[in-house]
């Protein structure tokens, strides 16, 4: 299973930025939860949102607050991180993650068995 991450940078305060993950390799068969974190300087990492592939329901970490949104393509097996308003305390690394078994994931993805590399993003005041 591999996971890209794409779409970091930098930008001030207000703006916005989409993430993409793409991720190839799944089991035949299996069901995945596919989600983003982030890990500012200094601080945990942290999960921003989570995606159920069974049936694309989401859930947000505390730090969301209606700005984020998580969506997925099926097609081409990618989710995306839609982050509008931006605020300095939003910089951070983001990666995201993956896990998968054979029953229905949902809700937060609390067991990731494979981390994406990082993708930065920096927002200035």
């Known amino acids: 299973v591999q996971l890209q991450a794409s779409g970091g940078g930098a930008v001030q305060a207000g703006g916005s930025l989409r993430l993409s993950c793409a991720a190839s390799?799944?089991?035949?068969?299996?069901?995945?939860?596919l989600g983003w974190f982030r890990q500012a300087p200094g601080k945990e990492r942290e999960e921003v949102a989570c995606?159920?592939?069974?049936?694309?329901?989401?859930v947000y970490g505390r730090s969301n607050q209606g700005r984020f949104t998580i969506s997925r393509d099926m097609a081409k097996n990618t989710i995306y991180l839609q982050m509008n308003s931006l605020r300095p305390e939003d910089t951070g690394v983001y990666y995201c993650?993956?896990?998968?078994?054979?029953?229905?994931?949902?809700?937060?993805?609390?067991?990731?068995?494979?981390w994406g590399q990082g993708t930065q993003v920096t927002v200035s005041s």
């Open positions: 995606i159920s592939s069974s049936d694309g329901s989401t």
């Open positions: 993650a993956a896990d998968w078994t054979y029953y229905e994931l949902k809700g937060h993805c609390t067991t990731p068995h494979l």
């Open positions: 390799g799944f089991p035949q068969n299996s069901y995945q939860r």
